[in-house]
């Protein structure tokens, strides 16, 4: 603020003021040239722009009673209309001072109706909060507040302590469960690859049988044919032996010669050139 006793005056843009004429409020005074009588008029100047102001750091105690150190700063302005201008000189003696206090004081009640946690994640809401109670009492100075902010929100040394060790903790235990999440979906990859191979190599050996079945069957054909008696009995051995030559059985029943193959563990039986059955071995 600044007083103007001479003759002639000017405002500048960012500037309001009000006159007096002996003691009594006698206008509102706009940017550019004035003039007054010295002695008879004096004329009180108000800077209008935006005034950057600290709301100092101070201790608060949250909901669940621990001591916290928190400071913020907002930005205020004495209102343009003339009454609100008349307002910051006859309301309120410092304006400045005065909205600095009602900010800690009212700083000190938002942080004491939560607890740590949510105090932590609250700034935009305490802000908000702060802001609006400040501009419902501002208005009987004449100020605007147009915004608060929360900078610092600082916990106690053992407390941060803490914190930090749970937030590790939290890491680890996420790590944890990532890493075996991907072993168990490994495994089960893994336990499908197997199954299809083994699924492969099961089609695979029942081809294969079908394979020298059928080649057995067209043996017996032609020693029906082309052989008769002994030779055709020995062509025939002869032509399964060949066909059966690994992992094979030669069976001779009442009803001729018998063919198996083995399928695993188990024995495959042949008629007719196609695979039957699987034969249990017998003791």
Do not use: C
Not at 13 to 29: N, V
Not at 216 to 221: A, P, S
Request: net charge neutral.
């Amino acid at each position: 603020m600044r007083t103007i006793y001479g003759f002639i005056y000017t405002l500048r843009p960012y500037e309001r003021g009000i006159q007096e004429t002996l003691g009594k409020y006698s206008g509102y005074k706009q940017p550019g040239l004035g003039f007054q009588i010295p002695l008879i008029n004096i004329t009180r100047v108000r800077d209008i722009r935006e005034h950057t102001m600290d709301i100092h750091p101070q201790s608060v105690i949250t909901k669940d009673n621990v001591e916290i150190m928190v400071d913020g700063i907002m930005w205020v302005r004495p209102t343009i209309d003339e009454e609100s201008i008349k307002k910051t000189f006859y309301n309120i003696d410092n304006w400045q001072r005065a909205i600095v206090q009602l900010a800690m004081t009212n700083l000190r009640q938002e942080f004491g109706d939560l607890t740590l946690d949510e105090s932590l994640v609250a700034r935009e809401t305490i802000a908000t909060n702060l802001q609006r109670v400040l501009n419902k009492y501002a208005v009987e100075w004449g100020l605007t507040v147009s915004k608060v902010e929360i900078r610092q929100i600082d916990p106690p040394e053992d407390i941060k302590r803490a914190m930090h060790k749970q937030k590790t903790a939290e890491q680890e235990r996420r790590s944890m469960r990532l890493l075996a999440t991907g072993e168990f979906e490994a495994a089960e990859q893994q336990k499908l690859a197997i199954i299809q191979r083994a699924e492969g190599e099961r089609e695979a050996v029942i081809q294969v049988a079908q394979g020298r079945a059928e080649a057995i069957r067209l043996v017996n054909e032609a020693a029906e044919k082309y052989f008769v008696g002994n030779a055709q009995a020995l062509k025939k051995l002869e032509m399964i032996e060949n066909s059966l030559r690994d992992n094979a059985k030669i069976v001779i029943t009442e009803h001729g010669i018998s063919p198996t193959l083995l399928l695993g563990s188990l024995p495959i039986e042949i008629s007719e050139g196609k695979v039957s059955k699987a034969v249990q071995p017998k003791n």
